[in-house]
């Protein structure tokens, strides 16, 4: 079973960055098109970033520009580097393969506020 682990959230200000990280047992991080989610309150999980195997990403319209997702195959671990937040990025962000068929893990909070 995979066992996905996000960590890097926190509490930033508004304007601030943020780094987070994804890691999973063995290699399904680098043999997979993974993605970034987020879901937040009272609102349904949306996918927000991928990364195909080979390189090519993808961004939702709301966060393109400001996020980037990126993959580090040596260490097996993929991240999402969120620059420019709003309070409108709060959420819990999630990592999975971009069909979600991995079981969730806990995720991560990221609460803008100042």
């Known amino acids: 079973q995979v066992q996905l682990v996000e960590s890097g959230g926190g509490l930033v200000q508004p304007g601030g960055s943020l780094r987070l990280s994804c890691a999973a047992s063995?290699?399904?991080?680098?043999?997979?098109?993974v993605a970034w989610y987020r879901q937040a309150p009272g609102k349904q999980r949306e996918l927000i970033a991928d990364?195909?195997?080979?390189?090519?990403?993808n961004y939702q319209a709301s966060v393109k520009g400001r996020f980037t997702i990126s993959r580090d195959s040596a260490k097996k671990m993929v991240y999402l580097q969120m620059n420019s937040l709003t309070p409108g990025d709060t959420a819990v962000y999630y990592c999975?393969?971009?069909?979600?068929?991995?079981?969730w893990g806990q995720g991560t909070q990221v609460t803008v506020s100042s």
């Open positions: 990364i195909h195997p080979f390189g090519a990403t």
């Open positions: 063995g290699s399904i991080l680098n043999t997979n098109r």
């Open positions: 999975n393969s971009w069909t979600a068929r991995w079981s």
